[in-house]
């Protein structure tokens, strides 16, 4: 075998290797999301997710189709199948799909992932493939379940009767909660109804609360200023997502901007 014989050898073996590893290195990376505050939880309604991938090592000047579906973590079963098309200038890409993500109407929290796969427009042969684990937050979405608070009891702080003195004191509440996801911030508050249902503007609240189970229970404190001698009171206590509320400085609650009852 001749020394050009040998060189046109090296060369050709040398382009195979080269177009194998270009194959191999194609990637899918990103995050999903709750499109309305950037994070994995929804509310029970639902809404709309975000799949905001990176597509790295793609041939410029090639067409492809990613397929992007919606799919139960647990049961499999496919909520929504997305097409998009990809004319790469350059080795990466940067995509966005959006995805609808049903309501809960059961009693138990579910987790939804995705499964991507490209390929080259008009090929059937997949090019790269990715599917979302849900026990990767980056890679997963969880919609909650229809989740509960109640009142178990509210005494007086003191001698733990149901009735405060006329110079004020402390009520406290305790609550009984349901389906919250285990050290998620969530955002407690109250306030003391009249029988009419009217507001006392006395509240209560723990701006941060993060639950280590599921279920649990937990005490509001209500401070009660002087001269209601003779009012009866209720509370009204409810838990938020952190993210999606404030508490002002008198104590009231006020939803973020762009944020929806859930």
């Known amino acids: 075998m001749n020394k050009v014989t ?70 499999g ?16 890409a940067d995509v966005v799909v959006t995805l609808p993500v049903p309501r809960n109407e059961g009693d ?23 599917t979302g684990d849900a026990a990767d937050p980056e890679r997963s979405i969880q919609v909650h379940s229809i989740q509960r608070i109640h009142v178990l009891s509210t005494t007086d702080a003191v001698d733990r009767d149901n009735r405060i003195q006329g110079q004020g004191g402390q009520i406290e509440v305790t609550l009984r909660y349901e389906n919250m996801v285990e050290g998620y911030d969530y955002t407690v508050w109250g306030q003391l109804l009249t029988p009419s249902g009217q507001s006392r ?32 009171v209720t509370p009204s206590v409810g838990i938020f997502h952190q993210n999606r509320v404030e508490i002002r400085e008198d104590g009231n609650i006020e939803w973020l901007e762009g944020s929806r009852l859930p």
Not at 78 to 85: G, P, Q
Not at 108 to 130: F, P, Q, S, W
Not at 206 to 223: H, M, Q, V, Y
């Open 201 to 232: 503007g006395i509240f209560a609240s723990i701006p941060s609360f993060a639950p280590e189970t599921k279920a649990g229970e937990l005490t509001l404190t209500f401070d009660v200023p002087p001269g209601l001698d003779g009012l009866s």
């Open 108 to 130: 138990l929290n579910i987790d939804y992932v995705t499964h991507n796969l490209l390929r080259r427009e008009g090929e059937d042969a997949i090019v790269a493939e990715m």
């Open 77 to 92: 079963e496919e909520i929504e199948v997305v097409e998009t098309e990809i004319a790469a200038d350059g080795p990466e």
């Open 6 to 75: 040998k060189a046109l050898l090296a060369a050709a073996a040398f382009s195979a290797a080269i177009s194998t590893a270009a194959a191999a290195e194609v990637t899918i990376s990103g995050t999903l999301t709750d499109v309305e505050d950037g994070n994995r939880f929804f509310t029970r309604s639902g809404g709309e997710a975000h799949d905001s991938l990176r597509i790295s090592g793609l041939e410029p000047g090639v067409s492809y189709v990613l397929v992007t579906t919606l799919h139960s973590a647990a049961s």
